[in-house]
């Protein structure tokens, strides 16, 4: 075998195929990585099959996306991808362990980008997709997933209610939980390391986490590999109102994608910030929105939540090469982008006639 | 300098800048393929520096859109792209023409697609964008136009008085006549020869003709400059009541990005096609949709215009490796995507009750 599955907790080893410790706690995958971590020459993830958990991968490109640089920021588009986000690594990974374990349907729960992407390669390994999301997620995600012939399941309530709701349901293999997930996107860190070479900085939203602790993981890897000198600074962003601990912030509502108050691997995420001597940096929806349109006018169409990211970088201001991927597409929630768009607008004529002649 | 600006009717040479010939034909550009075609190891257009007439490339990655393979086809992947289109190609090194001639504005006419990618470098570089659109073009495009700031005038007619309209501005620098333009669009022949080595056979929508005839003269100056052998068989595909000469056939709604009669570069099409024992396949709304539904079941999320290519390669059944450049996003116009879904479920339905039992 060339990985185990471990729990983070209590340090049991899991069979393939469980999403959950027996514990309660989420488990991981831990590589022998003695074989090395690159295949062959292709540019896309399949070029690590070495350090993935699945025989093969579906008949879809995912992965080397490209990388903008502007002054020492390294933009990587993650939402060039097919499903229009970076959550397409991951839900490769996802579906084809089950599919590779005799399994023929896949549920999830969503914010909406991860089960696009669970519905799509559900598409094309011919699995069924059960999707939860919550009722409030954007209308133009729902669409997707409707028109990507998704089981769409509309839950009123939080995302934590949403994620209960898919959970009592059996092949749950959401990305809250599921290790395999992971293991897809920690890819964004080694084609970034292979592109770019010197990062010194990884800027991310956190949700769940599954961005943020896939840069982890796979630095870190590249590190045991004697590939990496030392892990760069790693910087979690949060929404406001839904940073760890917080009290009696204004709830950001542009950061969908990542209003979760208690993900799942929140200790690993602390663990991972810490090790990094990294840290935690909160967003609020005016620096949202400021950042979004900033991205705009350097040609790059994303989605709210990816703009926390860029946000979190002009408040922290780390030194070096910084990489931040820019994780979703902005084309599948328009209607939101213009909105914004014509808010900001508003806003800089109001500071205009508030200046003195 | 590297290459000429020549009439492709009189054969004049043209001055740098100029978009049209004196006597009313297109122009073409002409290179000294002397120096080479590729630059460096970049993947990007920036790669094809020695063959693009523009002296840098705008800040913004383009270019190097992966290629997915099923059965023979080459399925590459142009809609992962900032812009959302292949247009992205072209309208770099427009706009970058524009601004080293020392201009402030552009003016362009398009379906949409190329009037986004217009709109998105003109802000990448601080120019004002200009677009004339039909008034029928999608929503989700006008929105995202609007998005990036460009001022937008909605035409009432035909794609052809669009045009019109929009030429009768200074500063206008549109796809239809730009011979700068397709400069941009040819890199999908060198990038394609260079990541597929062996192609037999390439199809492409044909509107303005862009994307086609970018894929001729990228293709013929690999041909000249001894890296292929021959030109690939190259077939032009036109939505049923748009075909050259056509009569009476109804017209298609759902190819709106290709929705052109009597485009200015037609016989430069007509010549191309011959050239490379091509052919010209005319599609109808009903084979687009079934190719659009075939496209989204192998995870790819496309425009109903960009299924025209499939369709096209499912009637003509070309042998050998086929390119099919999957021109523009499904996330600008998902109602749309979802409304054809639903109509084909409704179909397939009706076919079901109508079988014998």
Known sequence: MRYEILCTECGRRAEEGEIRCVCGAPLTIRYDLGGGWKNDRRRSITRYSAVLPVKSLPPMHVGWTPITEVSDVLFKMEYLSAGGSFKDRGACVAAQKEKELGGREIVVDSSGNSAISFSLFAKVLGLKARVFVPAAAPQGKKDLLRFLGADVHEIKGTREEVNREAMRNEHYVGHWWNPYFIEGTKTIALEAFEQAKSIDCAIAPVGSGTLFLGLYKGFKELVELGELEQMPELIAVQASG????????????????????????????????????????????????????????????????????????????????????????????????????????????????????
């Open 242 to 357: 839904y940073a760890f601990g917080e009290k009696g912030s204004e709830e950001s509502k542009l950061a969908d994608g990542i209003a979760i108050r208690d993900p799942p691997r929140k200790k690993e995420i602390i663990r991972a910030v810490r090790e990094s001597n990294g840290s935690f940096v909160v967003v609020n929806d005016a620096e949202i929105a400021v950042a979004l349109m900033e991205l705009r006018d350097m040609g790059f169409i994303v989605e709210p939540t990816s703009a926390t990211a860029y946000a979190a970088y002009k408040k922290a201001k780390p030194k070096g090469k910084t990489l931040i991927p820019l994780t979703g597409s902005g084309l599948k929630l328009l209607d939101e982008l213009l909105a914004i768009a014509g808010s900001q607008k508003h806003r800089a004529s109001q500071r205009k006639n508030l200046s003195p002649l």
